[in-house]
Structures are given as structure tokens and as C-alpha cells.
């Protein structure tokens, strides 16, 4: 009676330990090694029953150069005992070196950095005696570089040689036109034309304006000139030197005296060069004969 019931007590445990062993006694859990170093995530794996399985390894933006990205089965997942755990180990943000550009045309520079891995930045343009218009001057960073990948790469682009912009304003259009463009410069003649000191069909304002710097192609807009403005000349005779000088001022001319030997003395306006009522050209001189 006892021994066959210390038998059965025994086929029960031998039974039940053998059915935990089967659902559960041969697994485990992936332990949590993310962050971890290769070396400490392996270190827990073998303490938790597993192995270390393949390594591979990725760039990452987020997680450190050299600690655990994933692993395959993921963290917490069950597993049997003794197997393998696969890691993906972070070799950090990716880098790019900077390509060298430099007499490189814009748009070539520009394929060739998103070729790279990079993106094209900022342009700004600069005068240059030694690089071609319209090709790069440098990069910023600069060549050889490193740069995270989808950085993006500032260039500086050459405008050509400088051209002084010739002084045009007072000449006939197409002397001027020809001045321009022997210059290597583009002419455009504005639509509107506005009245000036200038001749009609001179040239009444230049944009940009003489002594500027453009680039060899670049265009100079012309105004040409409808020739002065003409103005309504005052009556200024029978009044007081002071008077007459002032009404002519105010009205946009210059004034001068013309006294004679009768006039030295004399502070009335007896005649002037132009009568009033008549017009002349804004910014003209009218004489005032003084007796």
C-alpha cells in the first residue's frame, strides 16, 4: 500500500514536470537589449539560455554608433532555449564627403550631390576672372567634407568677369545701345519715356547706373528722353528784382540780370528773354533786363 502510493506520487510529478517542460520548461524570453552594446546584449542573451545569432549593421540617425537597433525575435517574444537571437548593431548616422565642384556647371553640381547622397543648398553668385559663368566657385562646407547624408551643400556660382557699366545717360539711343552691347552688355529700352535736361531722343536715365558691375550678358535698361519738360514762363515785368527772381524760381527756372551800365542802380524789371505767357524748357535760364 505505501510503497505503490509513493509510486503513483511519483508518476504524477514525473508526468506533470513533463508536461511543463513540454509547454513551458523549454522556453525562454528575448530579454531587452536594445541601446545595448554588442557585447552586452550578448552577455544577456547567454543568461537568459540563448545565443548570439547573425550580426548585421545599419546606419541610424537616432540610435548611438555601436549599441542595438532590433533584434530578431523581438524583445520579450518566447523562444526555445539555446536559440539564436539575430542583432542589428548601429554604425551611426550616415556620412557623405562633400564632392569636389568646383568649375563644375550648376546643374551637373547640383546631380552630382544628390547622386552623393546630399542635397543642393543655397546658391549665391559671385564675380570671377578664373571660373567660367554659370559654373561653381566652391561649396560650403567645403570639398572632402563629411556630411550626414541628405545634408544639404551651399554653392557659390561664378557671374563671369565684372563689367563696368559705361555712362550712356545724354546720348542718342542707338550710340548708346551700340556703347552697351560693344561693352558685352544687353540693352532694353523701357516703354515709357519721361521728360529730362535731355534732347528728346536721348538717353534720359540708365538702371542699373554707370560705374556698377554686371556680369558679361547682363542687361542695362535705357529711358529715353521726351526732351524738357516745358513750362509756362511768368510776367514778371514792372516788378522788383526780388519779385521777379523768385516768381521765376518757384516756377523751375534759373534767372539772371542783365543791368548795363543803366541798371547798376536799378531794382525793376523793364524785359526778359522769354515773354510771359510764353513757354521754355524747365530747369532753363531767363534773362531779366534790369533799368
Known amino acids: ?5 509513493v509510486i503513483v506520487v511519483l508518476l504524477v510529478l514525473g508526468v506533470s514536470t ?12 528575448v530579454p531587452p537589449v536594445l541601446a545595448k552594446t554588442q557585447s552586452e546584449a550578448g552577455k544577456k542573451l547567454s543568461d537568459a539560455g540563448l545565443k548570439l545569432g547573425e550580426v548585421t549593421h545599419r546606419y541610424s540617425d537616432t540610435v548611438d554608433r555601436g549599441t542595438v537597433i532590433s533584434t530578431d525575435p523581438k524583445p520579450g517574444s518566447r523562444v526555445r532555449d539555446h536559440a539564436p537571437v539575430a542583432l542589428v548593431v548601429s554604425d551611426g548616422p550616415e556620412t557623405v564627403r562633400v564632392p569636389a565642384l568646383g568649375g563644375v556647371a550648376l546643374d551637373e553640381a547640383r546631380a552630382r550631390l544628390k547622386k552623393d547622397g546630399l542635397e543642393p543648398g543655397m546658391v ?7 571660373v567660367a559663368k554659370g559654373s561653381v566657385i566652391g561649396t560650403d562646407p567645403a570639398a572632402g567634407t563629411e556630411r550626414r547624408a541628405g545634408a544639404a551643400v551651399a554653392l557659390t556660382v561664378s557671374k563671369g568677369s565684372p563689367v563696368d557699366v ?3 545717360t545724354g546720348e542718342d539711343l542707338a550710340d548708346a545701345r551700340q556703347e552697351l552691347q560693344d561693352a558685352g552688355l544687353k540693352v532694353k529700352v523701357a516703354a515709357a519715356q519721361v521728360n529730362s535736361e535731355f534732347d528728346k531722343g536721348q538717353v534720359a536715365a540708365q538702371s542699373p547706373r554707370a560705374d ?5 550678358g547682363d542687361t542695362v535698361t535705357l529711358t529715353v528722353s521726351k526732351g524738357p519738360e516745358q513750362v509756362e ?3 514778371v ?5 526780388d ?25 525793376t524789371v523793364k524785359g526778359q528773354s522769354v515773354k510771359g505767357g510764353q513757354t521754355a524748357a524747365k530747369g532753363s535760364t531767363i534773362t531779366l533786363k534790369i533799368r
Open 237 to 241: 515785368v514792372g516788378q522788383s528784382v
Open 243 to 267: 519779385d521777379a527772381t523768385s516768381a521765376l524760381e518757384n516756377a523751375g527756372f534759373q534767372v539772371e540780370e542783365d543791368r548795363g551800365l543803366l541798371g547798376l542802380f536799378g531794382d
Open 212 to 216: 556698377s558691375q554686371l556680369a558679361e
Open 18 to 29: 513533463g508536461v511543463w517542460y513540454i509547454n513551458s520548461g523549454q522556453f525562454t524570453k
Open 124 to 130: 549665391t553668385r559671385e564675380f570671377s576672372e578664373d
Open 1 to 5: 500500500g505505501p510503497l505503490a502510493l
Open 233 to 235: 514762363v511768368p510776367d
Open 166 to 168: 559705361p555712362d550712356v
